[in-house]
């Protein structure tokens, strides 16, 4: 079946420590992105990529890392730099080109700072 | 720039009750416009989407139509059911760069009590 597989559903991190947060796509989509969910505030975008090797920063991106090197993969790495990690993490995915077109999302990963 | 407001939750309601989320939003340029749906623990599922003026979206009982000179698309189901239960999120998505990104809205928390 065609979607986005995020991984893990749930980690645990120790202050100080990097961890990443994998997600794979089967949709041939060229576009990728990462989303941050908090209560209240619904969701910001942390980075997004349109192409393999290419990716810009979205409206959060300081403490955080991506890469594309693959067109079905987005990994993002939560450095040890980014203050208040502890989030519901999404990623999603859509067609480069073309007005209107959908925003699929994955089913998200919790981070917890222990 | 670009924003969305939509009605702060939460929203109880009594089974086949009618339903009606609001949402407005400011934009540069001519957007599209979404609902999403998160069910607990969940990522997101779009319901319906619009895209130019007067369009109406429609999915699973509910419909939103894309109103230009209100710069809104409220959400509404004539009779909603226990599963209806969820978080719905009202968004705008522009082209930047060739590249979709949303905008969200801050969430409208929804239960529904048999």
């Known amino acids: 079946d065609g979607g986005i597989t995020q991984s893990p559903k749930y980690l645990f991190r120790k202050e100080g420590q990097n961890v990443t947060l994998s997600c794979e796509q089967n949709?041939?989509?060229?576009?990728m992105y990462w989303y941050r969910q908090d209560p209240g505030q619904g969701l910001r975008l942390i980075y997004y990529s349109q192409i393999v090797n290419d990716f810009q920063k979205g409206d959060i991106a300081e403490g955080y890392s991506v890469s594309r090197e693959k067109k079905e993969s987005f990994p993002l790495t939560v450095t040890s730099a980014q203050k208040n990690p502890t989030a519901f993490y999404l990623c999603a995915s859509s067609l480069r080109t073309g007005r209107g077109n959908t925003i699929y999302f994955g089913e998200g990963s919790w981070l917890t700072v222990v | 720039g670009n924003s969305v407001t939509q009605m702060e939750g939460p929203v109880t309601l009594s089974e086949e009750a009618f339903l009606t989320i609001n949402c407005t939003y400011t934009a540069t340029g001519y957007p599209s416009l979404f609902w999403y749906v998160q069910y607990p623990g969940e990522g997101l599922q779009l319901l319906l989407k619009a895209t130019k003026a007067d369009d109406k979206g429609s999915n699973k009982g509910f419909e939103a139509t894309y109103r230009k000179e209100t710069t809104s698309f409220h959400l509404e189901k004539g009779s909603v059911q226990v599963s209806d239960s969820a978080v719905y999120f009202c968004a705008l998505s522009v082209t930047q760069g060739g590249s979709e990104k949303l905008v969200f809205g801050k969430g409208t928390k929804l239960t529904v009590n048999p």
């Open positions: 949709l041939n989509h060229d576009a």
